[in-house]
């Protein structure tokens, strides 16, 4: 079953330690996947999962949790959508997707306010 | 390829001599070239002393393993590395010319801002200006890209282009930096 995601939504996204700059913002490259901007980005979506859970998923240590609102990247031209990720047993997983770029992750990564979840 | 251990000089670096004439530095008699007037200055040896801060964050990038960010990253070439230390050094040259000419300090101002690992394998360097800031990729392949904003009262304005050269790379960080 799909869930319906509202612009009011959260969105969590984990941010590797070394994608924050000195004045504790988010680089762009937060959004990125591998090489290029992610037309594809991975999310968690807030009310169907914890903070707590979403930062236990990151494989490594360090990383800290990112929040965005769903009518954020919706405003920028992205759709918002449900995907639960069923071989990792994760129904919160989200897609925020559609043709991105440089200047798309640095508005992206400007909606992104940090929570104070850092996984270990 | 030198490791990042014993790296201390631009000769360490191994810049090709071609390279560094076309920004403006002579390697082998430690001159920089005035973008400016044209003139060439004596520069010192150069070394990484005045980009200890730089240095040290791309030598704690070179450690990041593979899926550092935790989506599938791959850990940091070692010629982005290299790369981002030369045009940084040839950068530092090029504003040694300048301050000369114009004793404006310009050539304490170009450590970027922050340097950011990129998910490829790259390494993006950052400056901000008082109008402009200036994101620049290096990428593992040695091609470089950029997104430059220009911010107003109104709000952000923003360009981005892929597959630069050196020299255009050097121009936009010259701009932001004098601007």
Redesign the interface.
């Known amino acids: 079953m799909l869930e319906p995601i509202s612009n009011d939504d959260e969105l969590y996204r984990r941010i590797a330690r070394d994608f924050i700059k000195p004045d504790g913002s988010v680089s762009s490259k937060a959004f990125y996947f591998k090489g290029k901007p992610d037309p594809h980005i991975s999310v968690d979506l807030g009310r169907l999962t914890t903070k707590q859970d979403s930062i236990n998923r990151a494989r490594k240590p360090g990383c800290r949790l990112g929040i965005l609102t769903a009518g954020d990247p919706r405003s920028y031209g992205f759709v918002v959508r449900h995907d639960p990720d069923v071989q990792n047993n994760n129904f919160s997983h989200s897609l925020i997707e559609g043709e991105n770029t440089k200047e798309l992750c640095y508005k992206l990564a400007e909606s992104t306010k940090l929570s104070s979840f850092i996984s270990s | 390829m030198a490791t990042l251990d014993r790296i201390e000089t631009l000769d360490d670096l191994e810049v090709p001599a071609q390279t560094a004439r076309s920004f403006g530095v002579n390697p082998t008699a430690n001159l920089s070239q005035s973008p400016v007037t044209g003139t060439w200055y004596p520069v010192p040896k150069p070394s990484f002393h005045d980009l200890q801060v730089s240095f040290q964050r791309l030598k704690s ?1 070179s450690e ?1 393993e593979s ?8 850990p940091i070439s070692s010629s982005s590395i290299h790369l981002a230390l030369q045009f940084l050094v040839v950068l530092r040259n090029v504003f040694a010319g300048i301050s000369n000419e114009k004793s404006n300090g310009l050539s304490q101002k170009i450590e970027p ?2 340097i ?7 390494v ?1 360097l ?1 400056w901000r200006g008082s109008t402009k800031d200036l ?1 620049l990729e290096v ?1 593992p392949t040695g091609v470089f ?1 950029y ?1 430059l ?1 220009d911010k107003h009262t109104s709000g952000k304005t ?1 360009k ?1 282009q892929s597959g630069v050269s050196l020299a255009q790379a050097i121009g936009l960080v010259c701009k932001i930096l004098i601007d």
């Not at chain 2, 899926?67 to 791959?74: P, R």
């Open positions: 990038l990041l899926d550092w960010d935790s989506y599938g990253a791959e801002y922050a950011i690992p990129v998910p490829n394998g790259g993006q950052e994101e990428e890209s997104l904003i923003f981005e």
